[in-house]
């Protein structure tokens, strides 16, 4: 069991589930004011969770999701939820040598401040930077 398995027991809170839906809902609205999401094709979310942003992707774009998720009971929470998603069992700093494949857009939601130290924080940037495709 790792750290992020006992976040999995911590936050299934029933009731705060729609907040957290919603959340993720306004988290790709406002990422449709920065960016043209109609030029992504695909998207990698290192950090999955429980699978909110995945939500709002796979329910309001035609956009392809996979994620990267370190808990083995997150990614139970998220591919029961989901058929036929493509989780990545990997870590920063170690994802893009794991699945070595390039994405139109990646992100990070609520995964930044699991870093030990900002040298720690940079390193797992520069691995989410090397999984973004030349145009991305």
């Known amino acids: 069991m790792n750290a992020y398995d ?3 027991k911590r936050s299934d809170w029933k009731p705060g589930q729609k907040l ?9 609205i406002t990422l449709q004011k920065v960016i043209n999401l109609s030029e992504v ?3 990698l979310e290192i950090g999955v969770g429980r699978g909110n942003f995945a939500s709002a992707i796979i329910k309001n774009t035609h956009i392809s999701y996979e994620g990267v998720e370190p808990s083995e009971a997150l990614q139970r929470v998220v591919k029961s939820s989901f058929e ?11 994802v893009f040598q794991n699945i070595n494949k ?6 990070l939601i609520h995964t930044i401040e699991h870093a030990q130290n900002g040298y720690e924080a940079r390193l797992w940037l520069e691995d ?3 999984c973004v495709a030349e145009n991305g």
């Open 128 to 130: 989410a930077a090397n």
């Open 20 to 28: 957290q839906l919603w959340l993720n809902y306004r988290y790709l």
């Open 102 to 107: 390039k994405f139109d857009l990646v992100i």
């Open 6 to 8: 006992e976040f999995a």
């Open 41 to 43: 094709n695909n998207i």
């Open 84 to 94: 036929n998603l493509q989780i990545y069992d990997c870590s920063l700093p170690h």
